[in-house]
C-alpha cells in the first residue's frame, strides 16, 4: 500500500533553535518527493523537490535530504524564525499514472519567541 | 514564479444554494488540475482530477453530482458544490501542473491560495 508518513505530527521550538522533520514513505516506483510550506489558511507553497538521484537540496534555510534505499526524507530548518510556523507537508509521486500523488498528513510547527 | 489563482477566497452561502469555484493557471498551460478539500488541522484530501476537454477523476467516496468539476480550458478548472449543507463547510485547493515543465511526472506542482466555503 502506497502511504506517506510524517513525523512528528506537531513540533515547537524556540525562535533561533533548529529542527528536523521526517517523512517515510512506502510508494513504489518513486518519482519524486517535495516538501511544501502551508501556512494557517493559504494554499501549500513548494519548498524542494526531490528526485531519486538527489540525497540533498537546500533553499535558504531550508534543507532536504532524501535516501531513496530507506524510503525516507528529512527537511531541515536552520535558525528558525517566527515566520516559519506553518504545516509542513511531504509529497511522493509515484513514476506513472495521472493520479499518482500521496500526501503525508504534515508536521505543524510553531516557533516561539 | 508560476501562479495559481483561486477565486473566491472565502464565500458564504445559505443551505440549498449552488457555489461555483474558480482555479486559473496565470502564467502556465496545465493540462491536468487537482481539486482538494482540506479540515482544520488536518492535509489535504484528494478530491478530484480535472483533465482539461474530458471528464474528472473523482476519488473514492467523492460525490460526482455534488461537487461539478469542468475543465473548459488549459488554464480554469471550475469546482462547483451544488445543493451546499453546513458539513460542505471547508477549505477547497486547487493545484496545477505546468505543462511545460512537466516531464516524466518530475514537473513543479502549483497550489492556489485555497477557498474557504462556509454554509450556514
Known amino acids: 500500500k502506497n502511504q506517506v508518513e510524517q513525523s512528528p505530527q506537531s513540533l515547537i521550538i524556540l525562535e533561533g533553535k533548529n529542527c528536523t522533520l521526517q517523512?517515510?514513505?512506502?510508494?513504489?516506483?518513486?518519482?519524486?518527493l517535495r516538501w511544501y510550506k502551508q501556512d494557517t489558511g493559504r494554499g501549500p507553497v513548494s519548498l524542494t523537490i526531490?528526485?531519486?538521484?538527489?540525497n540533498t537540496k537546500s533553499n535558504g534555510r531550508y534543507t532536504a535530504t532524501l535516501d531513496a534505499d530507506t524510503k525516507q526524507s528529512s527537511l531541515h530548518i536552520t535558525a528558525s524564525q517566527l515566520s516559519d510556523s506553518a504545516s509542513y507537508i511531504c509529497?511522493?509521486?509515484?513514476?506513472?499514472?495521472?493520479?499518482?500523488?500521496?500526501f503525508g498528513t504534515g508536521t505543524r510547527l510553531t516557533v516561539i519567541p | 514564479g508560476a501562479v495559481v489563482s483561486q477565486h473566491p477566497s472565502r464565500v458564504i452561502c445559505k443551505s440549498g444554494t449552488s457555489v461555483k469555484i474558480e482555479c486559473r493557471s496565470l502564467?502556465?498551460?496545465?493540462?491536468?488540475m487537482f481539486w482538494y478539500r482540506q479540515f482544520p488541522k488536518q492535509s489535504l484530501m484528494l478530491m478530484a482530477t480535472?483533465?482539461?476537454?474530458?471528464?474528472?477523476?473523482?476519488e473514492q467516496g467523492v460525490e460526482k453530482d455534488k461537487f461539478l468539476i469542468n475543465h473548459a480550458s488549459l488554464t480554469l478548472s471550475t469546482l462547483t458544490v451544488t445543493s451546499a449543507h453546513p458539513e460542505d463547510s471547508s477549505f477547497y485547493i486547487c493545484?496545477?501542473?505546468?505543462?511545460?515543465?512537466?516531464?516524466?511526472?518530475?514537473?513543479?506542482?502549483?497550489f492556489g491560495e485555497g477557498s474557504r466555503l462556509t454554509v450556514l
Open positions: 493545484s496545477a501542473r505546468d505543462n511545460g515543465r512537466f516531464v516524466a511526472n518530475t514537473g513543479e506542482l502549483f
Open positions: 517523512c517515510n514513505y512506502t510508494v513504489s516506483p518513486f518519482s519524486n
Open positions: 526531490m528526485t531519486f538521484s538527489e
Open positions: 509529497v511522493v509521486s509515484l513514476k506513472t499514472g495521472a493520479n499518482n500523488l500521496f
Open positions: 502564467d502556465f498551460q496545465a493540462t491536468t
Open positions: 480535472s483533465n482539461e476537454g474530458s471528464k474528472a477523476t473523482y
